[in-house]
């Protein structure tokens, strides 16, 4: 089957070109200035003012089934992945069952094959049930299809396990992702320990217990010369150490997401439980560190870290509440708003985060937009401006911080497989 883009403005890393785009299946068959007469075209988009980038490739989200059905499914998650823009995603391990192993993992995968929606990727745990204590099955996971091993959900904290995890999954050609925060040191924080947790007399966490972690995992990797990719980096002090190490040469690469570079903690003076998430959002240098660092290239990668919540999980009182924000429906628009329109980064650098630089660090299918690459592809408005409203998420969780920001770059259609999955 052939879908013909007419008229888009095609966008790769270094530059913008108007040009029609010929999908022919699963694979970019032409990009070329005005095609026509092509045979057996089955639908052609017009995609005049509007802008074509490979799809979206969020490599950090929680779909969380099996055993969380209450907050998201393999089904709705994937849904609010493609109304995203979003094309392919990597899944973390902390459902119940944990995905420690091949059933589960390929159950994942079977279960989006039904969905067929965006494409699914599951991320293995590091440890058997997240306990922290043995390795979980690596290499059947391998087998049955993970990309990475990670713990999300906490750091594994005894430092033997983790480096035997990283050997272990670099012969499998796996990387570790890594969530860090040193547990001993949040002790039950739930916010940002600064003026503001003061103000609001709620229990903080120093920037020290993600950055001992961030320390960690980059002296491992440096010491075994075995890459490594930090998870949600959120502090100022974190991203200088990710930036040091790249200096040195150790193949460290990092993600951030949208809450690390557009929101501060004075959020939390609301006591709105959206605004608790792990890492906790931090102060406006950490926000302004974390923008220099995506701009420098010591954080590669943008991601959300989708951490979808019931109601019920929100709806009590702040130290109770669950940590997450839903984030794949908002993340676009927001990292546009904010990066792009802000002038702080062209479109095309804005996709090597979102896109190229994830295929790239997990060796995913996608990224590009070229002549024979994967039929993945978002098209956007980025004219189109609309105020966020968690209560009109497709995803089962409403949990957003964002509520009323106003933000321009509305998806339009998502093409994953050379096949429209999303049309707004
Ligand atoms: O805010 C978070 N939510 N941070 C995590 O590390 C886990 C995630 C979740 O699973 O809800
Ligand atoms: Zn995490
Ligand atoms: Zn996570």
Known sequence: MKLLIK????VT????IK??????GKTIEKIAPDIKNVKDVCETIDANGKHVLAGIIDMHVHLREPGFEGKEDIESGCKAA???????????PNTNPVCDNAVVATYIKHRAEEVNLCKVNPIGSITKGQNGESLSDIGKMKAAGVVAISDDGKSVSDSQIMRLAMEYANDFDLKCLCHCE?????????????YNSTLCGLKGSLRAAEDIMIARDIALSESLDIPVHICHVSTYSGAALIKSAKERGVKVTAETCPQYFILTDDIITSYDTNTKVNP?????????AIIRALKDGTIDCIVTDHAPHSLKDKQVEYNLAAFGISGIETSFALSYTYLVKSGLMTLGELS??????????????GGELKEGAAADLTIVDLNEKYVIDGNKFVSK???TPFNGFEVYGAVKYTIVNGEIKYKA
């Open 182 to 194: 040193d547990g001993s040191l949040v002790d039950g924080g739930v916010v940002n320990e600064g």
């Open 397 to 399: 969780g409403k949990n």
């Open 82 to 92: 493609v109304k995203g823009g979003v094309t392919q995603v990597c899944c973390m």
């Open 280 to 288: 906790p959002v931090r102060e406006e240098k950490d926000k302004q």
């Open 13 to 16: 890393e270094n530059k913008e």
């Open 19 to 24: 040009a029609d785009i010929l999908l022919n």
């Open 352 to 365: 090597e985060k979102m896109s190229r630089n994830p295929a790239k660090i997990l060796g995913l299918d």
């Open 7 to 10: 008229n888009g403005v095609v």
